[in-house]
């Protein structure tokens, strides 16, 4: 009972949440529940005495004062027959209005939690099954529960109204009402318990489930799923999902309406019960026929009232099951920078590794292992390695997307996690292996690499000139104004190394980046662009720190000093020169690629 008691605790949470929403809309709506939980009673109430004043009226003989009598109840009852109406098109119209409301601010919730996580959190799967069931659910439930509340409300009230009335008839009447619905509450409660067990316990499938939908229907998937002959392979793995997870709805489904049926007809049982009772006592001549007709209105409304109550707790139990999935997203702890410094202690001194070792989370092994390494201003850094030695990795604790498990960064002479975040990522421009292609215009796609000038043409102009992109700019219909992807309409795709252009063009948007990080810039360019876009990166970066990741030897033997990493760990650096006459990981690399062009 405790634990069932305790599943509670979020509703206060949730109604809170709804009236900061709109207190306007929330107030207006406790008033309105109010008011059509009371005029049932009242019209029930007026039309037992029309049925008196009628039979009155018939043993009168039907004089004029007993015709105006039973005319002014018709008027009065038809009027709160009205007012009732109008009173739920009230409230219909005010949840409406409130759930487009209040789903919206869920979602930004959602979405803002989002944006305080550290990158790791988001490469772990138990996070996105968090994600997955907050966004899936909870954006709904909070209304809802606030729904049920206030129809919990409405109905309670209503009973205390019906109450007052039966209890002039006799007290069992009420005993039987309130006690017939009690059965199929609890078997409700029960599978509203296994129905929240079920949903938490195939979040996973779930997210296979729109993995494949995405992969099947969209267009940066496409060429490959049709090429190879996917798509029947992954939509029978979509339906398997299904049938799997429809067996186990089936079931739950099942038990749930066979014992809710059986449940069900005990009230059956009770309504007629109560009816024969009140007949009896009509013939009996103890009640009048108005009082008969107005106790068995209230002993079918009351037991609908009785089962819709019953039905709202074990609503709002479900609500508040499904809530503590969105409050467990909402109080994912956060890691908040600790850093407040804009500028480091020893100006120009440059990057520092000191000893880094990182370990991702859940992993035996270390992905980099005690990295030491100094890079002055002015000076430019190749990283070499195979697929899978941590290169990217290093960079990503660069840029404080992820914190050294040992070990420290220094950033002039100030260790990174004493920086100012903003401060600290405004000196870094970067562009990724697998950078974002975003569905904005061509301008935007710039702009992202520096959210203060996001809209500045003149800032996107320049970058793109640095980042040599003009020339793809030039052949586009709407220049800068170019929707690119295929989400929308008029949308233009880019080739590959069109792209990567574009993306350059958005490292260089940090004007004031005094470090230049660039991931495989130019994969998908040809050697001649390639060539190019490095005589003028060098001439751009004299005064600035570059740091270059390539699997082009080409490129790589322009950097004043070259590490080669290997399983995480530096086995050889220097220039290209010495490298190579080393004659170790990096001349044998060297000669394989070289010998590719001969």
């Known amino acids: 009972m405790r634990g069932f008691l305790s599943v509670f605790a979020y509703s206060r949470r949730a109604l809170k949440l709804v009236w900061t929403t709109n207190p306007t809309l929330t107030f207006s709506l406790a008033c309105l529940t109010l008011a059509a939980g009371v005029l049932p009673a009242g019209v029930a109430y007026v039309g037992a005495t029309i049925v008196d004043a009628v039979l009155s009226a018939i043993h009168l003989g039907g004089t004029e004062l007993s015709q105006r009598f039973v005319i002014e109840r018709v008027a009065f009852e038809a009027t709160l027959v009205a007012l009732l109406s109008g009173v739920q098109r009230g409230i219909s119209l005010s949840q409406s209005l409130l759930r487009a409301q209040l789903g919206q601010r869920v979602n930004v919730m959602i979405l803002e939690k989002a944006l305080t996580l550290q990158l790791t959190q988001f490469e772990d799967s138990e996070f996105y099954d968090k994600l997955t069931r907050a966004r899936r659910e909870a954006s709904q439930r909070p209304l809802s529960l606030v729904m049920r509340s206030f129809g919990l409300l409405q109905n309670l009230v209503s009973l205390f109204s019906f109450a007052a009335l039966l209890l002039q008839f006799s007290v069992w009447a009420l005993v039987i009402l309130l ?315 880019l080739s590959g190394g069109q792209w990567q252009k574009i993306a350059l063009a958005r490292a260089f948007m940090r004007s004031d980046a005094d470090i230049l990080v660039l991931d495989e810039p130019t994969a998908a360019m040809d050697a001649g662009a390639e060539a190019q876009i490095f005589d003028h990166f060098r001439t751009l970066t004299k005064e600035r720190i570059a740091i270059l990741i390539s699997h082009r030897f080409s490129t790589v033997r322009m950097a004043d000093h070259i590490i080669v990493i290997n399983h995480g760990r530096i086995i050889e650096h220097g220039n290209h020169s010495e490298l190579m006459q080393l004659n170790g990981h990096y001349a044998h690399l060297f000669s394989l690629q070289a010998k590719g062009y001969q």
Not at 210 to 227: M, N, P, T
Not at 244 to 269: M, P, S
Not at 386 to 392: D, I, R, W
């Open 179 to 493: 006690g017939a619905g009690l059965p199929a509450f609890i078997a409700e409660t029960k599978f509203s318990g296994d129905a929240f067990r079920l949903f938490r316990w195939r979040s996973p499938e779930t997210r296979m489930q729109l993995y494949l939908e995405s992969v099947i229907a969209r267009e940066d998937h496409a060429k490959e799923v049709k090429l190879f002959g996917l798509g029947p392979r992954l939509l029978e793995r979509y339906q398997q999902i299904f049938r799997k997870l429809y067996q186990e709805d089936r079931a739950l489904t099942l038990r749930r309406d066979t014992w809710g049926f059986f449940l069900g007809l005990i009230g059956t049982v009770a309504l007629y019960g109560a009816y024969a009772w009140i007949a009896l006592c009509t013939i009996a001549s103890r009640i009048t026929l108005g009082q008969m007709t107005m106790y068995l209105m209230l002993f079918r409304q009351g037991q609908a009232a009785v089962s819709a109550s019953l039905s709202a707790v074990g609503g709002l139990y479900e609500d508040n099951l499904y809530l503590s999935t969105l409050y467990e997203f909402l109080e994912t702890p956060v890691i908040l920078p600790a850093g407040r410094l804009k500028q480091g202690l020893t100006p120009h001194e440059g990057i520092q590794f000191e000893h880094v070792t990182f370990t991702y989370p859940g992993a035996t092994e270390p992905t980099l292992s005690d990295i030491n390494l100094h890079i002055h201003p002015g000076q430019s850094l190749a990283l070499v390695g195979e697929n899978g030695s941590g290169k990217t990795t290093l960079i990503k604790l660069l840029t404080r997307l992820y914190t050294p498990s040992s070990g420290r960064i220094l950033l002039d002479g100030t260790d990174l996690q004493d920086w100012d975040e903003t401060a600290l990522r405004q000196r870094i421009g970067v562009i990724f292996q697998d950078f974002t292609r975003y569905q904005l215009t061509l301008g935007e796609n710039i702009g992202v690499g520096d959210v203060r000038h996001f809209d500045n043409e003149q800032r996107w102009r320049a970058a793109a000139h640095q980042g040599m992109a003009d020339s793809v700019i030039e052949n586009l219909p709407a220049g800068y104004q170019t929707q690119l992807g295929k989400w929308f309409n008029d949308g233009r795709e």
